[in-house]
């Protein structure tokens, strides 16, 4: 993943604000995209810098500035037009925070993973997005660690004025992000659900020597998100608990059922796991069972040519005086021994069901 360009480090003698750079900074090509409506109208476009989004915030409606793209110099000037608390503006720019809400009477900050597949879809990534929304407006951070998002539900559900979105708050538009956040968790649990029943029922049928490495890298992508997921569910929670200024009631209700579905997607996630854990189980299991197979052909192989060693052992022995050295048929005798022992042996075997 991309590396942090910023680290924390907190000196005496220094504010906690200070950012040290733990890489040369580079700097960002930042995209801002503004959408401004009202019950009756509707504005979309590109902002070429943030200053053009700010004579929006006194108008009446809604605002939503979504800026990809972390950048400092312009979460500076957003500090300076609404006047943000510091450690708030110090979450946004590192980016490696653990999702929380916080309440700061004016504004609400909200700090939530977004997740996606990489390039060959085998792992899962995420990055983070920072919400702030206040009475009339809300503001989305986005890392910009890969083109495009999982909100295009909720921009054109904007754009053609479908369901309640254009005839609610900022809160509303709020609970929108944050349940498409937790929506694509769904649609990501089913992809990785359907590579486990597919790597279930090949167990089945065989097995193959790259499973165990199948098995760990779905693990790891349970263990990953249900470390993204988890937080997520304590952010609902205190928004629902502390029941903020900023929230009405009737955006609640809706809250309420994606804090449902964060149940639901953690309980799904808990079911893989042990899912996995079994086909680990299986596979081991398998692999014991065939490792057995084998040694009890080898076993039966030995148990065949220990007595019919023994016999030429004692024969080949080269002692002058020895009983049936000097009788004619003494050669064909012992072969005819050793041919009836063995049908013997393997008449018992049998009967024993060792094979």
Not at 32 to 49: C, G, L, R
Not at 263 to 268: E, V
Not at 276 to 298: I, P
Request: with cysteine.
């Amino acid at each position: 993943m991309t590396p942090k360009l910023y680290r924390q480090i907190k000196k005496a003698g220094f504010p906690r604000k200070v950012l040290t750079p733990t890489l040369e900074r580079k700097s960002k090509v930042v995209k801002i995209s503004v959408m401004d409506w009202t019950a009756d109208s509707f504005q979309e476009k590109e902002a070429q810098t943030i200053e053009e989004c700010f004579p929006l915030r006194g108008k009446e409606g809604v605002t939503w500035i979504n800026i990809d793209g972390c950048d400092e110099d312009v979460i500076q000037k957003i500090d300076t037009h609404l006047g943000i608390h510091p450690l708030v503006l110090e979450d946004i720019i590192d980016t490696h925070q653990r999702p929380k809400a916080e309440d700061h009477g004016d504004h609400v900050f909200l700090v939530l993973r977004m997740i996606y597949f990489n390039g060959d879809g085998s792992d899962i990534f995420s990055e983070q997005v920072s919400l702030l929304w206040g009475e009339n407006f809300v503001i989305s951070f986005q890392e910009q660690e890969r083109p495009g998002d999982v909100f295009d539900g909720v921009r054109e559900r904007l754009r053609s004025a479908k369901g309640r979105i254009r005839k609610e708050g900022a809160d509303y538009l709020a609970y929108s992000l944050i349940d498409e956040i937790a929506d694509y968790y769904f649609v990501i649990l089913e992809r990785l659900g359907d590579r486990i029943d597919s790597l279930e029922a090949e167990l089945m049928s065989g097995i193959r020597r790259e499973m165990p490495v199948e098995i760990h890298r779905l693990k790891k992508n349970m263990i990953f998100l249900h470390r993204q997921m988890w937080p997520l569910r304590d952010v609902i929670n205190s928004l629902l608990r502390d029941e903020p200024r900023l929230v009405t009631k009737t955006t609640q209700i809706y809250l309420r059922d994606v804090y449902g579905h964060t149940i639901q997607i953690n309980d799904t996630i808990d079911a893989f796991r042990e899912s996995l854990s079994a086909m680990h189980d299986v596979y081991l299991s398998s692999v014991s069972n065939r490792m057995n197979e084998v040694m009890k052909v080898l076993t039966m192989f030995s148990a065949f040519f220990i007595p019919l060693t023994f016999l030429a052992g004692i024969y080949g022995m080269n002692f002058e005086y020895m009983p049936e050295l000097k009788w004619r048929y003494g050669y064909f005798a012992l072969l005819s021994f050793m041919a009836a022992l063995s049908v013997f042996m393997l008449i018992y075997f049998k009967r024993k069901k060792w094979f």
